[in-house]
Nanobody, 124 residues
Framework: QVQLVESGGGLVQAGGSLRLSCAAS????????MGWFRQAPGKEREFITT????????YYVDSVKGRFTISRDNAKNTVYLQMNSLKPEDTAVYYC?????????????????WGKGTLVTVSS
């Protein structure tokens, strides 16, 4: 069984930064592609970024490209999401997820395991 635990969410003013972490246990972390998703109030969960097993390939949706950076430390079984230049529309619950065998990652259907999420609130 794989456990994913997100942390680092909170309240930040527009233009500020946050770094989310996702710690994995119960698996060979380096075997998984990892992704970050978010769900804003009243909206469906959306895919925002992913990183391949080795960390050599990443992908971002247009709404976060240039502002968010995904990275991973396989020695620490942790994936990170550095979020800069935050906007009120970035307010959401952020989830990390793991995929054992699929690449590229394009959505929920590609993921095998999920964390419970961490809330990010960006005030204007």
């Amino acid at each position: 069984q794989v456990q994913l635990v997100e942390s680092g969410g909170g309240l930040v003013q527009a233009g500020g930064s946050l770094r989310l972490s996702c710690a994995a246990s119960g698996t060979i972390f380096s075997s998984y592609a990892m992704g970050w998703f978010r769900q804003a109030p009243g909206k469906e969960r959306e895919f925002i970024t992913t990183i391949r097993w080795s960390g050599g390939s990443t992908y971002y949706v247009d709404s976060v490209k240039g502002r968010f950076t995904i990275s991973r430390d396989n020695a620490k079984n942790t994936v990170y999401l550095q979020m800069n230049s935050l906007k009120p529309e970035d307010t959401a619950v952020y989830y990390c997820a793991a995929s054992l065998s699929r690449w590229p990652i394009t959505g929920d259907h590609d993921m095998d395991y999920w964390g419970k999420g961490t809330l990010v609130t960006v005030s204007s």
